[in-house]
């Protein structure tokens, strides 16, 4: 059930979300088997009880499920949960995850949870100037890589005269907010351990600009674990993961000496924010 992974400010959330509707709708609900197996169910009733269980009082998943399937008796449960979970705009309440340990997810709707309505603009060019502002200059397949919107080349065409625009090396269009500043070629990339799914990694359909092609079978422990990535020099050339209560790190390739120190002095930092025990560099 697809609520939100993400933590963004309340306007935001306001303004943004409503611009990514039809997103979630086309790839997440429409791209889903959850759709089809409600059939002819009519999705909107669904969804208006859905969002007043929520708005009634927070619930989990379980628990709307459960309420859910006694309305549509012979319908799959997992489907009509789904259906708000993707559908309506949620929020998770408080204390969903706490210091080292976490707790269900108990949701309700963004206009419930902050008493305001959602905002009323649909298109997507703020969301668009927004990501620039983050991640340009960037290419209209990387904004659409990022946001899962359609239509990006009129989207931009529209936008042309609020953006900067530049060529990379092959010739490819880039674009970029204007007045956002272009790091010096010469800036020192210091080593960055990252979240998981963190948006330096998944911003960009070239991600070329940020790791080789051929460390990629390397970036990974082998054991189908999920894991956060490290940047060295500015590329991602190492996996990371808390193991045994050490911060276990997993190069792509063999680092030099200058790196691997790089490394363990930037992971001490992180064990220290962590309350880890020791960096652990594996050989590649």
């Avoid at 298109?123 to 359609?150: E, N």
């Avoid at 060295?232 to 680092?255: E, H, N, Q, S, Y």
């Amino acid at each position: 059930m697809r609520a939100t992974i993400h933590l963004v400010s309340a306007r935001d959330c306001l303004e943004l979300r409503p611009a990514l509707q039809r997103v979630c709708e086309r790839m997440f609900w429409r791209g889903s088997p959850f759709g089809r197996r409600l059939g002819d169910v009519d999705v909107d009733k669904v969804l208006a009880a859905g969002r007043a269980l929520l708005e009634e009082v927070p619930r989990t998943r379980a628990q709307l499920r459960t309420l859910l399937a006694g309305l549509w008796p012979g319908e799959d449960a997992d489907s009509l949960a789904n259906a708000i979970g993707y559908l309506v705009p949620l929020v998770q309440v408080p204390p969903r995850g706490l210091w080292s340990r976490s707790g269900r997810a108990t949701l309700t709707t963004v206009e419930a949870w902050l008493g305001r309505p959602l905002g009323a603009a649909t298109a997507p060019d703020a969301a668009v100037l927004r990501y620039l502002a983050a991640f340009g200059p960037a290419s209209g397949k990387d904004i659409a890589v990022w946001s899962g919107v359609t239509g990006v080349r009129e989207i931009v065409e529209r936008l042309r005269g609020k953006l900067r625009t530049f060529r990379d090396e092959n010739g490819i269009e880039l674009f970029d907010a204007p007045g956002a500043p272009l790091a010096d070629p010469d800036t020192p990339a210091p080593v960055r351990f990252l979240p998981q799914y963190d948006n330096v990694f998944l911003s960009h359909a070239d991600r070329s600009r940020i790791g080789d092609a051929a460390d990629r079978p390397g970036l990974g422990f082998g054991d189908g674990r999920f894991f956060s990535l490290v940047l060295i020099g500015g590329f991602l050339r190492a996996a990371w993961r808390v193991d045994d209560g050490d911060v276990v790190v997993k190069p792509a390739r063999r680092l030099s000496k200058r790196d691997a120190a790089a490394v363990e002095v930037e992971g001490r930092r992180l064990t220290g924010f962590l309350g880890a025990g020791e960096v652990r560099i594996l050989p590649p």
